[in-house]
């Protein structure tokens, strides 16, 4: 070996020794960052409140995959969770305080509170990390990092306030997916077992489990066990609040599109089927109506106490409307409505809506000043959110009600309802009242504006166009009488326009329910003189009558 030769030898050792020390140091260095990332995770799972998230038992495969997606879910939902919530926030109006329930299971105490940092996060224990980085010799000194990696993540698991352990098993098409949140209030296991046909169906149980871990890491109380379920609910909660707010009968619709989403992914949500059947009475329509009984029969099984008071008032009403304004017999629906009330009271006398449902039942019942006194219970309870104001305006407008339809006290009645709209400028009811008592007045202009701003408000109020044409016949007598035959022509044609619109908003085959906007309009025109159009009108109800009898039969 010549010279030259010798010399490039010695370049090379040098330069590969030099490779392999900067190797070490890079490898040190590498260590180092994670070593301080170990302790940085230990700092946070022990002194702050992260959750750790040790890897599942179970097939190999399975097990690492599940543990690693139920996180990012557990993630996700937590997100969606705050955000689904603070719509929810932003939707109800700033600064209101009173005794009306909370219609949603936020659960948190503070449900304003943003959850700290800490809180948020989510640290795996997968200790892979440290398998991509082989042996470092230091001179004489060899070691593993994966034996220092193994023990940190040891110590950090021991250690950690609050973790997530887990087990999945798979039996065929049924998968069992078990956790245990252990933090120092002490551990909490959650099981769920599912058929997982197709496979698509293993991240909705994901999806469940991460919610019921939320809901204890998060202070979450819900009876919604799905995460969809509970997700609809949300976004059904939120539209009904814009609803209650503004009046949109469109919110109205989106709210319960989603709350039967919600009860159809958890059919024993008692909440979801309380909004929803309450919603659905709102709607005034027979079918409607009917829907509502099922779903408030329902809420009104639930172990919560307040719940159950809701739902059975809520129930109660519905049971009045479907003599008063959908055309069946007194019984049962009158009885089922006061049993109802009578124990909606019994469960929680301070709701102003069990007060409201008393006065109902007992109206409907033809006891007027028991009605009056139920009534007045209900306004005199402290509140004043806007779901009090809704139910405080309700209360007057019935009392006025019965002040004019029973003691005919016309000017109290008024003031009733004027009372009404100061507390919520978008119930109709007391529109239409009010249009009732400038009609019996003769102040025709008055009475049609009423009306008019009833159904603005609410565009498929049936009885809001059917009224209004009444109206138009009182205005076609006056005219007669006084000779001006062109003008009451003209009145006639434009009461049979309302009244057409009024039959024309509810459906074909809700046959009683068409009768008996036939009906009424038949008494007023016999009312008014116009026994022609009486005769056609009481003609159509009896053919109705009869449609309604022969699908009753079978």
Known sequence: MDALQKKFLAIATFGFDLLQAIAAVLGMLAVLVLVVAILRSIRSVTVGRATLVVPFRGTEKLGVWVSGILAQQLDEVERVWQALSQRVRSEREPGASGGSPMLVDLGRSKPDTTLDQEQDRLISSDPMEGQAIGRINLGPISFSPESIFILSYQVRTVLARRTIRGAVDQFGDTVRLSTTFTSRKGPVTTVLVRRVTPSSQLM?????????????????????????????????????????????????????????????????YHLGHYNLGALLYGRYTAADNAQAIEHLRFASSSVQAMLRAMALGVLARAYCQETWRYGHEEEPWLSLAEEASYKAVQIDPNLKETWLARGFALQARKQPQEAIDAYQRAIKLPGDSSADRILTSMTLN???????????????????????????????????????????????????????????????????????????????????????????TEFLKNARECHDRSAALVPKQEYRHRAEVHRCFAAAC????????????????????QLAAAVQAG
Do not use: C
């Not at 994901?206 to 109380?221: S, V």
């Not at 019965?402 to 009404?420: G, P, Q, T, V, Y």
């Not at 016999?526 to 009558?545: I, K, N, S």
């Open 398 to 488: 019935n009392t006025g009600f019965i002040h004019m339809a029973k003691f005919k006290n016309f000017d109290e009645a008024e003031k009733l309802f004027k009372r009404a709209l100061e507390f919520n400028r978008q119930n109709k009811m007391p529109h239409a009242n009010l249009g009732e008592i400038y009609k019996r007045r003769k102040r025709y202009s008055d009475a049609l504006d009423e009306f008019r701003k009833a159904v603005t408000i609410d565009p498929r109020y049936v009885n809001g166009h059917n009224e209004m044409g009444m109206v138009y016949l009182a205005m076609a007598r006056d005219a007669m009488s006084a000779q001006r035959y062109v003008d009451s």
């Open 526 to 545: 016999e009312e008014y003189g116009f026994e022609h159009e009486a005769q056609q009108e009481r003609a159509e109800v009896d053919a109705l009558v």
């Open 204 to 268: 909705d149980l994901i999806d469940d489990m991460a919610f019921q871990i939320a809901k204890h890491r998060l202070g979450l109380k819900s009876e919604a066990k799905t995460w969809g379920g509970y997700r609809a609910f949300m976004e059904g909660y939120a539209h009904h609040l814009r609803y209650e707010r503004t009046g949109d009968s469109s919110e109205q619709d989106i709210a319960i599109q989603w709350y039967e989403r919600s009860v159809a992914l958890e059919p024993e």
